[in-house]
């Protein structure tokens, strides 16, 4: 089945603990990026990935990091989190970034 | 710049009534892709429809309605005799694919529309 995998779907962490939220996808897309959700905000990129090797920022990147080694795997890096990241985060992939993305389930993040 | 406008923040009907989401979106690009996702309780995203720039046909599914007008820079979307399944968030989106820099493949998200509906 095509998809786009996230994990961990929830979790709870504290001001600073470094963590990593993965996502991998099973189609060969070229393109990958990460969005969070805010209430009233809709969702905003954080980062993209348009090969291996290559990412850009998005709309709000600071605090995430982002890596792309393989083409199937863009995890998404909180080095020091602070409660401000609290939201609900979605990885996208698509094939060519034009056509239209497919969505992971989401992973909701609290930060205390 | 791309922008995505859905000025209707919160919409409660009761079942059976019909309902329009609005959405306006803004690009300086001729060639655009426009979409619609619904996001339920559950919290996934889930795709309803793509639109390019230069299909105006509106399209039916069902209970499902969308009228693009380019005219305008809308892309509304229409439930029929709404159900309470259909209380969800939604969501309009554009693309640019042909767009350069850091617009590239940009999926950019409208604030999205709570929809409620009353059995």
């Known amino acids: 089945e095509a998809q786009v995998t996230q994990n961990p779907r929830y979790l709870i962490t504290v001001t600073g603990k470094k963590l990593t939220v993965t996502c991998s996808q099973n189609?060969?897309?070229?393109?990958m990026s990460w969005y969070r959700q805010d209430p009233g905000l809709g969702l905003r990129q954080i980062y993209y990935?348009?090969?291996?090797?290559?990412?850009d920022k998005g709309d709000v990147p600071e605090g995430y990091k982002v890596s792309r080694k393989e083409k199937r795997n863009f995890p998404l890096i909180l080095e020091s989190p602070s409660p401000n990241q609290t939201s609900l985060y979605f990885c996208a992939s698509s094939f060519d970034g034009g056509w239209g993305y497919t969505f992971g389930s989401g992973t909701r993040l609290t930060v205390v | 710049a791309q922008k995505v406008t859905q000025a209707q923040t919160e919409i409660s009907v009761v079942e059976k009534e019909d309902v329009t989401l609005d959405c306006v979106y803004e690009t300086r690009d001729t060639t655009y892709y426009l979409f619609w996702y619904k996001q339920p309780p559950s919290g996934e995203l889930v795709f309803l429809i793509r639109r390019n720039s230069f299909d105006e046909q509106n399209e039916i599914s069902g209970r499902y309605s969308w009228n693009f007008q380019k005219s305008t820079s809308s892309f509304n979307f229409t439930i029929t005799a709404s159900q309470v399944v259909d209380s969800a968030v939604y969501f309009c989106?554009?693309?640019?694919?042909?767009?350069?820099?850091?617009?590239?493949?940009?999926?950019?998200f409208g604030q999205g529309t709570i929809l409620t509906v009353h059995p």
């Open positions: 989106a554009l693309i640019q694919p042909n767009a350069g820099g850091t617009s590239y493949g940009k999926l950019t």
């Open positions: 990935s348009m090969n291996v090797e290559v990412t």
């Open positions: 189609m060969n897309h070229e393109y």
